[in-house]
């Protein structure tokens, strides 16, 4: 997939209709409590020119860390009162985590909200960065900066559903493994929502 397609099928993504997504889509048997307040949170799903064309930037978290040690994940995190809006968010967090430059970004659009199992409202910033550059992972926070072929991650026939225990319950949830990279979780449910809103 080249730089212009990926961008052009992106912000169609940005764009068309769609449900929130949740980390209990695929647990029905779950009853959520009536009034839950969540905190909000933005990701930035961006995308990149890469060696085997559109790729989209990921991250591992550290294995020190005390929430989803080791996990991978989109660069971003609990919004910020001081952060003039969720977009700002999701940037602001790029920078910090794996060195973006916000003025490099061409922000694309906005998926709708997920809810995570942890009580965040989680808003999918999509976007394109149309320059080269070298990411710089954050210490203590950030293992290890890569990226996926976005082929690959657009592609709903590479997901699987996968179960583990959680608090007494088994819960199942969407996995897109590439490599030696297990995604799963939040962002692969984030990212197969993006896969159903790309145009083929």
């Not at 980390?23 to 995308?47: F, S």
């Not at 009162?81 to 969720?86: M, W, Y």
């Amino acid at each position: 997939m080249t730089g212009a397609e990926a961008r052009a099928r992106l912000a169609a993504a940005a764009r068309a209709e769609g449900a929130p997504s949740s980390d209990y889509d695929l647990n029905a048997h779950v009853a959520l409590p009536e009034g839950r307040v969540l905190r909000p949170a933005a990701v930035l799903v961006a995308a990149l020119e890469g060696r085997s064309g559109a790729e989209m930037l990921l991250t591992e978290r550290a294995s020190t860390l005390r929430h989803h040690p080791g996990q991978v994940a989109f660069p971003g995190g609990k919004h910020d009162t001081n952060d003039a809006s969720l977009v700002a968010t999701a940037l602001r967090e790029a920078r910090e985590e794996v060195g973006l430059p916000p003025e490099t970004v061409e922000v694309l659009g906005l998926l709708p909200p997920h809810e995570t199992v942890t009580g965040y409202l989680v808003t999918p910033v999509l976007a394109w960065v149309p320059a080269a550059f070298r990411p710089v992972a954050e210490p203590g926070e950030v293992a290890e900066v890569f990226t996926v072929p976005l082929a690959h991650l657009a592609d709903p026939a590479r997901y699987v559903v996968r179960a583990r225990r959680w608090r007494g319950q088994e819960r199942r949830f969407f996995a897109v493994p590439y490599g030696p990279h297990y995604i799963w979780g939040a962002t692969a449910r984030m990212l197969r929502a993006l896969a159903d809103r790309m145009p083929r």
